[in-house]
Every structure is written in C-alpha cells, then in structure tokens.
C-alpha cells in the first residue's frame, strides 16, 4: 500500500532523526513529506520507530493510506525536492 507521511517536527535534532527514520522506508518528495510502498507489518515497524522519535506534545506525524486505484490516479507537476540521487532504467 502506498502511504504518504508527513511531519512538523519543532527541535532540530529530532527533524534530523525523523527524517532518517523515514529514509530508510520510503522516498523523500517534499522536505517533510515521503512516500512509502509498504505492507502492514512494515509500516507497523516504521510508525514504531517515528514515534520513538518524536515529542508528542511539540511535533507532529500524520500518514495517508493510499488504496490502490487511488495510488494510480495520483497527479503529480513540476520539479521533485529530494535529497536522494534517483537513478531510472528504461528497458
């Protein structure tokens, strides 16, 4: 299932672990936001561990389950924000 996740995280070092967190999982589209194509025990994992990170009084996680006719009617315009080097193959 893809699930979008996106956070405002209010201490500095707390954004730096939640990003890493959310890179092993997914790809980073906007500067908080990531997509992630995961099954239910992995995204069980990953919210785990985001909320390890988190203070939950100051910060903030919120996840979109997608289904998957929705996932394929998603739109998407202009440039992508991503702090990982994107390699594609076309055969």
């Not at 996740?5 to 092993?24: G, N, T």
């Amino acid at each position: 299932m893809l699930t979008l996740v996106a956070y405002d995280i209010c201490d500095p070092r707390r954004l730096v672990r939640v990003a890493r967190v959310c890179e092993d999982y997914g790809v980073r589209v906007q500067y908080s936001v990531f997509e992630c194509h995961l099954d239910e025990d992995e995204f069980t994992d990953f919210w785990l561990k985001l909320l390890e990170q988190i203070n939950e009084a100051e910060d903030r996680l919120v996840a979109y389950k997608i289904d998957a006719r929705s996932a394929r009617e998603t739109l998407t315009a202009g440039t992508m924000v991503c702090s990982e080097k994107v390699v594609c193959y076309l055969v």
